[in-house]
């Protein structure tokens, strides 16, 4: 199997900025299209979790936007093959440390999340 494959690497970490300029805006539509629009696709949220993209863009619609400024301290993206990659940052907001992992799947419509998990930190 090929780890990093250049163009996979490339497409998904374009995907993955387009999710993190969405979250920090709160673009709802964007964030909804990345995740993989199924029943299988779950969020374990920092004090939720979400099973199915219908409960993850009702959970989007419904929150406050107006804590989600953050600052990325660290990010790994990794590609499997040409179709499978994880992404994972840290980040701090509001003085707390935290962390975001995904898993992408490319499908025909493009990548997108079947996985993610989002927790912080009480350091």
Known sequence: MEINNPQALAEVSEAFQRYQDAIVSNDVAVLNELFWDDPLTLRY???ENLYGHAAIAGYRSAR????????????????????????NIEFTRHGKHGRQSQAWVKMPQGWRIVAAHVSMMNQ
């Open 64 to 87: 406050d936007p107006a804590t989600l400024a953050r600052e990325e301290t660290k990010r790994v993206v990794t590609t499997y093959g040409r179709d499978y990659a994880t992404t």
């Open 45 to 47: 949220g920092a004090g």
